[in-house]
Each structure stands twice: as structure tokens, then as C-alpha cells.
């Protein structure tokens, strides 16, 4: 039997959960006050994600950066790979809120789409 001390961050309370497993599988958690502690725990530690927000260049916009996410979250193990991607990518301006900047981004099933729209600058 082994024991995992994680952070729960689904919201401001930040519980912390002690989780003793055993064979990989997990045996209890304790320290949650909610069932969203639980569900957090168990995919934090079978198959974590993260959201991801960065930045691509942009041609003849107004701002040289233009600020973009993934459409959910993606496998925490594949950030490093969506980053390589990100930094290649260079876009044209105009851009709209929530257009495609990458699609299917490394066959993962997620998008990476503008977080802002920014316009041509005349
Ligand atoms: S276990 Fe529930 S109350 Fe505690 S941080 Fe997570 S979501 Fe919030």
C-alpha cells in the first residue's frame, strides 16, 4: 500500500487528499468535503489533463501576439508536443473570437482557437 497527498483544484477551497492506493488501484481518499474531490483524485491520477493557454505570432494585426487555448483540456503528457506546435504556428490577421488556429491539434481530438478577435491594422 502507498499513499499520494494531492491538492484538489476545482475550486478555492483546495482540499487536500490523502489517497492511499494500493496495485495502482486507489483503496480510499480522504480530506475532500465533496464529491468533485473524488472524481479530481481519481483522474489526476489514471489520466490527468490540463487546459493550455499561450500565444501564436500574428501577421498585420495590431498586437504582434494573438492570445489563443486548447477548445478542452488536453493530456496532461501531451502539453510539450501542442507547445511545438504553438510556437510554429503564425496566423493572419483578421481573427475572430473562437476561430480554428489549429485543428485536431497532434490528432488529439482539441482545437486550439482564438481566445481574442484581433483586427487588420489599415
Ligand atoms: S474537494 Fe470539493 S470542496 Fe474541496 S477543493 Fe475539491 S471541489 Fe472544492
Request: aromatic share 0%; net charge positive.
Amino acid at each position: 500500500m502507498n499513499s499520494e497527498i494531492l491538492v484538489c483544484i476545482i475550486c478555492p477551497k483546495a482540499c487536500i487528499l490523502n489517497i492511499e492506493m494500493e496495485n495502482e488501484k486507489i483503496i480510499s481518499i480522504l480530506g475532500n468535503k465533496c464529491k468533485r474531490g473524488v472524481d479530481y483524485a481519481e483522474k489526476e491520477l489514471t489520466n490527468p489533463e490540463r487546459a493550455l493557454s499561450s500565444t501564436v505570432l500574428i501577421k498585420g494585426g495590431v498586437l504582434p501576439l494573438l492570445p489563443v487555448r486548447s477548445s478542452k483540456a488536453l493530456p496532461k503528457d501531451s502539453l510539450i508536443k501542442v507547445m511545438e506546435v504553438i510556437d510554429k504556428t503564425e496566423v493572419v490577421a483578421p481573427v475572430k473570437i473562437g476561430d480554428i488556429i489549429v485543428k485536431n491539434v497532434s490528432n488529439l481530438g482539441v482545437d486550439i482557437i482564438a481566445s481574442r478577435s484581433m483586427r487588420k491594422v489599415i
